[in-house]
């Protein structure tokens, strides 16, 4: 498993970035029994930055918190085969992992939030990191049922982490 995490901001976490996206991506993975081992790259920008993407590859004139680009083509979630039947383009040529996708996350907005709903730093950006490794493997929450899905697993991995609303560190 590789992951790869820049911070193009001038904000400082209290803790490891890598580490924590290292702990969740495995996680979630194991989770999901994901066959392979993997590779996620994780960029922390500020709102202005993902403001650009979002209206650049959504087209969604507005910043968000956090922006996920899946590698895999899933017909259903969490079934890697996929990435078989596309062969080569979802594997890294020098190491063999599977190339799940790309997180984007805003640091501002994991301030804002972590503050708006009374948690800690940490416990914002390991959810945000939960959910965008969700839609990396093929989950998204356009729907009621979908989403109820997505809420369920975020809470599971989360729980299992120890990183619960209740952190206030």
Do not use: W
């Not at 924590?20 to 996620?40: H, I, N, S």
């Not at 990191?129 to 991995?157: F, I, N, P, T």
């Amino acid at each position: 498993m590789t992951s790869y995490a820049e911070n193009e901001t001038d904000i400082e976490f209290e803790f490891d970035v890598k580490e924590l996206l290292d702990t969740v991506m495995m996680q979630v993975l194991d989770m999901e029994k994901c066959p392979y081992e993997a590779q996620v790259n994780l960029l922390i920008t500020d709102n202005q930055g993902i403001h650009e993407l979002n209206r650049q590859y959504r087209q969604v004139d507005a910043s968000t918190d956090v922006l996920s680009f899946p590698m895999i083509p899933f017909q259903k979630e969490a079934d890697f085969s996929a990435a078989e039947e596309e062969g080569a383009d979802c594997f890294d040529p020098e190491s063999g992992e599977l190339l799940l996708g790309d997180i984007i996350i805003s640091a501002e907005k994991v301030l804002e939030q972590a503050e708006q709903y009374g948690h800690s730093v940490k416990r914002e950006l390991a959810f945000l990191m939960v959910h965008s490794m969700l839609h990396l493997c093929g989950y998204d929450h356009m729907v009621e049922e979908e989403a109820g899905v997505m809420e369920e697993k975020q809470e599971r991995v989360l729980s299992f982490l120890g990183i619960t609303r209740g952190d206030t560190v």
